[in-house]
Structures are given as C-alpha cells and as structure tokens.
C-alpha cells in the first residue's frame, strides 16, 4: 500500500497550516504594496460595518443614553412583537417590497440594455456623448435630483405643462398616493441607468470578437448576434449583480423617500429604512428603530443567500 495513504491525519493538518503560511508570506514579500492599500478599506469595514454591529444588541433592550447598552434593561423580542402587530408593519412591508420590486422590474434591465444599445454604436463620438449624458445625473448630489423631481412634477413644472398640449389639468404629482412609485423608480433609472451600465460595457469589452465574425460569416443578424453571444457572454456579471441586488432588496434609498415624501403619501410611501429614520431620530424610540433596522436586515440576508442559492442550481454562476 502506498505510504502516502497511510499518513497520519494529525501530522498532515500543521504541514498543511504550515504550508499556507508560508504561501501567504510569500504572496505578502511580492505584493507587499498591494497588501498595504488594503489596510485602508479593510479599516472601513471594520469601523464603519462590524464595529457597530454591537450597538445591534439595543433591539433587545430598553435602551436609555443614561444606562448606555450594558445597563439598559433586556426586553428580549418586545420590539420586535410590538412592530410587527403594529398598524403600520404591514404597509410599509408592502411599500418596501412594491417598490424594490418595480426598481428590479424596471431597473435592473436598464443599464443592459443602454450598454447593449452603446455596443452597438460604431460612431466613436455618438457614443462618448451618450455615454456623457447618461452619467452625468448621477454625480449630482441627491437633494439636487430630489429638487429637480419636485420642479418637474409640481402643478407648473415641464412635465404638466407638456401634459396640458393633450389636454389634461396641471397638478402637483407628488401630492398624489398612486404616482409617487412610479415617479420613484423612474428617478431611480435616471440617475443610475449610465454608471450602472459601466460595468456591463466593461463585460461587452472581454468577449471575444471572432464570434461576432464567425456568426456574420453565417448570416446571423445584429438581434441574433446579441442573442446568441453578446447576452450569454454578460451573463455571468448578470448573474452576480442580480444576487447582489437582490441582498439589498429591501434597502429603499431612505434619503430620496425623505426628500420627495410628505404627509399627504405616507400610505404608499413611507418604507421600512424611512420609518427606522422618523422612529429614531425625530421620535427618538432608539430600541424600536434598531428592532426594525436588524428585521430589515435580517430578511435581505435570506433574500441574498435564497438568490445565491437558486443561481448556484439553476447555473454555475453564485458567489459562493
């Protein structure tokens, strides 16, 4: 029998320890300067998202500023049964989710398609001017686009005024409960649509162009090109960003609800992250709040692993 086989388990885990040490060490004296610029991100993350993971705990607590988190009294799951038998759990859960799912409905297929329209494009300086135009909402800061929403959607603003040319009255939109969604994810594919299309021009840019050589020798169309090559050559990055979007499924940019919200259209827009903010910091229910926030959590964690999941499945593609 092959000695080999016959080795000792316990003596084969330090060698294995040993050898990646010294691979790493190795790794580290030829890349030294990259593991260097690592240190900043890594510090981000550490202080920025795992650090405060310990203030997570006042959703179990009676939280005073007085007591701090230590001192604060254990309530367990209070909270957590006090939101979801509240009036309001189940309208901003519906909120959230309607309008997650009209941004991944709508938006998530927006900036495919500009880059597939931009592959397209042979004329170099058309293309750069798309590509220009297309960016160029999304470095304006956000209270400007909200600014701009609110201007255009007002009872005077561009878009009724071109409404009045087909005969319909001016009024102010964001007034309106049934009109806020879509005027939300139509703002959303705006000011996205261009730098989110980057990284699948990027993806356009690796496949190999003797395809598109070998599918026109046989006679295929541009449309069957796309279909046939250019589709499944994106759609490994496809894949990833989708089970990415979908982990951050019920994280509804709170700072644009905020902005564009009133009173008058909480019901259909008030979601879970503007609510944690009205709860928190102008009601100052720290316990409650935080209660929300790790339920919102939680659920785009399973939402994120449930995706990862099914794509690993249905096709190789995950990121685990």
Not at 125 to 151: A, D, H, N
Not at 244 to 264: C, D, Q, S, T, W
Not at 269 to 289: H, M, N, P, Q, T
Request: aromatic letters at 16%.
């Amino acid at each position: 029998m092959d000695k080999t086989l016959q080795a000792d388990p316990a003596k084969a885990a330090p060698q294995s320890q040993t050898s990646w040490k010294r691979r790493f060490l190795r790794d580290f004296a030829l890349n030294k300067y990259l593991y260097v610029m690592m240190i900043p991100v890594l510090a981000y993350y550490v202080v920025f998202h795992y650090a405060p993971m310990y203030g997570a705990t006042i959703a179990f607590k009676d939280y005073s500023p007085m007591k701090g988190v230590m001192g604060s009294e254990w309530v367990g799951l209070t909270h957590f049964r006090d939101f979801f038998g509240s009036y309001y759990f189940w309208r901003i859960l519906k909120n959230t989710l309607v309008i997650s799912l009209l941004t991944l409905l709508f938006g998530f297929p927006a900036p495919i398609i500009l880059a597939l329209l931009i592959n397209e494009v042979r004329r170099r300086m058309f293309k750069r001017f798309v590509q220009t135009v297309t960016y160029m909402p999304y470095f304006i800061s956000l209270v400007v686009i909200c600014g701009m929403v609110k201007e255009f959607t007002n009872s005077g603003g561009i878009i009724n005024t071109a409404f009045t040319y087909f005969g319909y009255d001016g009024l102010a939109m964001l007034q309106k409960p049934e009109l806020f969604r879509g005027i939300y994810v139509l703002s959303e594919i705006w000011q996205h649509v261009g730098w989110e299309s980057i990284i699948y021009i990027a993806a356009l840019m690796g496949i190999d162009q003797e395809q598109y050589e070998a599918a026109r020798i046989d006679g295929a169309s541009r449309l069957r090109q796309i279909w046939h090559i250019t589709l499944p050559g994106i759609l490994p990055t496809i894949t990833i960003l989708f089970i990415l979007r979908m982990g951050n499924m019920l994280n509804v940019g709170f700072e644009k609800i905020i902005l564009l919200y009133n009173p008058a259209i909480y019901d259909t827009a008030d979601v879970i992250s503007s609510f944690v903010y009205r709860k928190g910091l102008l009601e100052f229910v720290w316990s409650y709040s935080s209660a929300v926030g790790l339920f919102n959590s939680v659920f785009n964690l399973l939402l994120l692993i449930t995706a990862n999941y099914i794509s690993r499945k249905v096709s190789e593609n995950s990121l685990w």
